[in-house]
């Protein structure tokens, strides 16, 4: 689910900015934007979200505030300019080369002055930072709470839908059954051109109310259904998007196999309605924690 969230933290001139976006996935995505002086921290702040969220792509963005960024420290590589210096004077006496290796000259490799990274306290600056990265992640997570409020109604409304297909399905059932025993027998009737076995009709007629009954399918159907709106309307404890995911693809079984089992116009409607609901809340359900 989408989110915002921006923390300051630390004091004036010495602390941090936090920003923090989340976007809808599948899966969870945590990138870090920081300064290099807080390199080695990334891998706690990436902890401390997945620690609170199981799903999303999330954006943090650090930065120090005012100019507190570590300059560094200039360093000589001496060893190196002792070598610049016994080459270019071997070079002057092999080739009678006029002029003096002086500093001037030397000072025009760059190479031989680095910078040298000034280290700093990691568990200090993570101190500081860990606690505006909390406030950020707890604005964040209000958000998201809304909109989850938001998808939740609408796969409530959407769930009544189905529930009243689902309905309409166990209604028209038995009269399908019995629609197509009809249809056999009058089938029978014309092949045999006389009336057929009552034994053996009866015989059929079990075997094709065995393969047209949709009763199982629909008691489960019913239950998956009373089990998503349970965890839909939890108090959020723990991530139930994976849960929801998994229901929607037994709900998708089930009605799968009631459309290849009902020999029906009006219940094969009803199934396509079906469908279209559940592959719409499937589509909510992807941004769901």
Do not use: C
């Not at 989408?2 to 990138?31: C, H, M, P, W």
């Not at 500093?103 to 190479?111: D, K, P, Q, T």
Request: net charge negative.
């Amino acid at each position: 689910m989408t989110g915002y969230g921006r923390k300051e933290t630390g004091e004036a001139g010495s602390g941090f900015s936090i920003e923090i976006r989340s976007l809808n996935n599948r899966y969870l995505d945590v990138q870090v934007k920081a300064p290099r002086g807080l390199a080695a921290l990334e891998p706690r702040v990436k902890k401390a979200v997945q620690d609170r969220f199981s799903r999303g792509r999330f954006e943090v963005a650090i930065t120090r505030n005012g100019n507190q960024e570590k300059a560094g420290r200039l360093a000589v590589d001496e060893e190196r300019v002792g070598q610049y210096i016994g080459i270019l004077r071997d070079l002057k006496t092999r080739f009678g080369l006029a002029g003096d290796v002086d500093l001037s000259m030397v000072a025009g490799f760059r190479e031989l002055i680095a910078i040298s990274e000034v280290k700093e306290d990691a568990d200090a600056l993570w101190q500081v930072l860990s606690e505006g990265l909390a406030a950020a992640l707890e604005e964040l997570d209000r958000m998201r709470a809304q909109e989850g409020a938001v998808l939740a109604q609408d796969i409530t409304a959407r769930l009544e839908t189905v529930a009243g297909a689902v309905q309409a399905i166990r209604s028209q059932a038995p009269a399908t059954v019995e629609n197509a025993r009809k249809r056999m027998a009058d089938a029978l009737s014309r092949l045999l051109n006389e009336q057929p076995d009552p034994v053996r009709l009866a015989q059929e007629m079990a075997i094709l109310a065995e393969r047209t009954d949709v009763t199982e399918e629909l008691t489960r159907l019913g239950s998956h259904l009373g089990q998503f709106r349970s965890l839909l309307n939890e108090p959020a404890r723990e991530a139930v998007g994976r849960k929801l995911d998994f229901l929607l693809q037994e709900m998708g079984r089930e009605v799968n196999t009631i459309a290849s089992k009902a020999m029906d116009a009006r219940i094969s409607l009803d199934v396509v309605n079906v469908k279209a609901e559940l592959e719409k809340i499937r589509e909510q359900v992807q941004n769901i924690e």
